[in-house]
Each structure stands twice: as structure tokens, then as C-alpha cells.
């Protein structure tokens, strides 16, 4: 009976929500988008000519505002690449790379590879969640798991002075999850945009300047080899 209640309350708050209604009007598939351009209006994240990944994609509303961000080059495109990655299917969108799959496995980095060539990336993007058991310790776990994903894939791909927009929760080890941005990027900031729910506790975490690139790490190590 509660659960129907809340249900309720959920549809009703949704339905009535003027995100929802804003991204109904302007075409976007989800509010998050309205997030994400908070966020890029007050950090200036998303420029002309820059490569752009997206993990955790699907449904695409930040795929769609990146895009329109990126578009006006002359004979329609966009200035830049936009790659979206997502075990899930998505619709397609005009000029945006999408890649279905596990970006842990070969295949499918060997998929990103092929649209990167030599390319660093100068942005990535995620607003992945952990599907939640309702157990605080478990889903503390899993979201902390793919915070961890997000960083090991800058610390592969990104350039030096590009950044990285996880999504978390104040409530899901928010305090080792930052701590470990602190430890992996020269400068770390919490953004809480309007567009997300007051009642949430979702926060976002804007990394700059990786410390540790691997691949840096790597020529290191190999300069220390005898």
C-alpha cells in the first residue's frame, strides 16, 4: 500500500515537474539534460573542436544537448566528435558515435578506438547510477564501483587538462568518492544544479587536470626500467 502511495506521489511530482514539461517542449529525451547544461553554462566544459565521451548514454538527453552545443559547421555536423557508450540500446543521434557495450572489454574499447585513432579526449561525461538494492552499505559499493570506472577511463583517455562530470549521491560514500577525485585531479568541485530534485541527494563532481594520466605513468615507469 505505502509503495503504491509513493508511486503516486513519484508520477505526480514527475508529471508536474517543469523539467519534465521543459524537456518535452524542447525535445530532449530526459530532464537530465537540463543538468547538464547548468552545469556546462557555469564551467564553460563544452566547447567547438573538442572530443566528448558520454558513459552510461542511454537514454541521450546529454548526448543531445552536446551535440547541439557542438553543431553549426557549415553543411550541417558538428564541430568535434561525441562518443556515447551504454550497455543499453539507444536511439540513434545525428553525428554522435554510438558504442553498445562494456567499455571494461576489448571489443568494445577496441570499438572506441577505431573513432578515437590517436585522439585524447578533452571531456567526459557520466551520469551513471548503480541500479539500488535499498541496502546502504551495497549500493554505497556500487556506486563507489563506477566512480572508480569513470576515472580509470580518464586516466586512459583523457588529455592532461581535460575534465571529467561524474554523477553521485551524498548519501552513497560521497566522502571516500571524493576524496579520490582530490587524489586523481588538480582541481575538484561539488555542483548541485537546480534542475535536480531538492528532496535528491544527487551531486555532481567536476574533476580538472588529471594527476596520475596512466599513460603518463607508464613512460615513467618504462624511463625507470634498467
Known amino acids: 500500500m505505502a509503495k503504491n502511495k509513493l508511486n503516486k506521489n513519484w508520477l505526480h511530482d514527475h508529471i508536474n515537474d517543469p523539467y519534465v514539461k521543459m524537456a518535452q517542449k524542447d525535445g530532449y529525451r530526459a530532464r537530465a539534460a537540463y543538468k547538464l547544461k547548468e552545469i556546462d553554462e557555469s564551467e564553460k566544459l563544452i566547447k567547438p573542436g573538442q572530443v ?19 553543431a553549426g559547421k557549415e ?6 566528435t561525441i562518443i556515447g557508450l551504454d550497455i543499453l540500446p ?26 578515437l585513432g590517436d585522439r585524447k579526449v578533452d571531456l567526459v561525461l557520466s551520469d551513471m547510477a548503480p541500479n539500488l538494492s535499498g541496502i546502504p552499505s551495497a549500493d554505497a559499493a556500487r556506486m563507489e564501483d563506477l566512480i572508480d570506472l569513470a576515472i580509470e577511463f580518464s586516466q586512459l583517455h583523457l588529455k592532461p587538462g ?5 554523477k553521485c549521491f551524498k548519501d552513497m560514500g560521497f566522502t571516500q568518492i571524493l576524496e579520490k577525485f582530490r587524489h586523481e585531479f588538480r582541481t575538484v568541485k561539488q555542483v548541485k544544479p537546480k534542475a535536480s530534485r531538492d528532496k535528491s541527494s544527487e551531486i555532481f563532481l567536476l574533476g580538472r587536470g588529471l594527476k596520475h594520466p596512466v599513460a603518463q605513468k607508464e613512460a615513467d615507469d618504462e624511463g625507470d626500467a634498467p
Open 75 to 80: 553543411g550541417g555536423g558538428i564541430h568535434g
Open 162 to 166: 581535460g575534465a571529467l562530470l561524474v
Open 90 to 115: 539507444m536511439e540513434p543521434i545525428a553525428d554522435m558515435h554510438f558504442i553498445q557495450g562494456d567499455f571494461r572489454e576489448e571489443e568494445i574499447l577496441h570499438k572506441l578506438g577505431e573513432v
Open 52 to 70: 566528448i565521451v558520454d558513459l552510461g548514454c542511454t537514454p541521450g538527453s546529454w548526448g543531445q544537448y552536446t551535440r547541439r552545443k557542438l
